[in-house]
């Protein structure tokens, strides 16, 4: 099993403050998102989306039921099938983003996506590790995926584009040290 409870619930933490970099694994992939709109709304934006998975990863009990989606924000819920998406032109253009790249017909459900998270379930390929402005328009995504180059994604790449990603490269696998620099902003 990739995911322990140790495990998701230091991704949360994650989620909540930046890891201290001694702490990062011996590689880590990295995702570049040119951003539609602010860089700084964008990461808030991919982090709650994140973070709210997570919170139910270490609490919930994933079973055949519904899984309560009260933590995530509307536009999420919304982009993922469950109402209209008119007024969030970000998450709109985001899932059509997404869907071109993907070549899938039709986006993620809000309940498909969550179970994911399942810690039980090993078809999320990564943890997160965080999100770094490196231009007035990009960010980069840092996720830990054991040091392979070729890992389950779609997951990730659909919170990305809908959270307001114009574009969205990578997985490319880094040493940690890349990481550290753009963090420390050298």
Aim: hydrophobic share 40%; net charge negative; aromatic share 12%.
């Amino acid at each position: 099993m990739i995911h322990s409870e140790e495990s998701v619930a230091a991704e949360r933490e994650r989620t909540r403050m930046r890891p201290a970099i001694e702490s990062a694994p011996p590689a880590l992939a990295e995702f570049t998102v040119d951003v539609i709109g602010s860089t700084a709304e964008y990461a808030e934006r991919v982090l709650h989306v994140v973070a709210a998975a997570l919170d139910l990863a270490c609490t919930a009990e994933f079973d055949d039921e519904d899984l309560p989606t009260d933590g995530f924000p509307d536009w999420f819920a919304r982009v993922s099938g469950q109402g209209e998406i008119a007024d969030q032109e970000f998450a709109r253009d985001g899932r059509t983003a997404f869907l071109t790249r993907s070549g899938k017909a039709k986006p993620w459900s809000l309940q498909n996506w969550i179970y994911r998270f399942d810690p039980d379930e090993e078809s999320r390929g990564w943890e997160f590790w965080d999100v770094v402005q490196v231009g007035p328009a990009e960010v980069r995504v840092w996720v830990d995926s054991w040091g392979e180059s070729f890992f389950g994604s779609l997951d990730l790449l659909w919170v990305l584009y809908t959270a307001g990603a114009a574009r969205v490269e990578g997985p490319t696998v880094q040493g940690p040290d890349v990481w550290a620099a753009e963090v420390s902003g050298r």
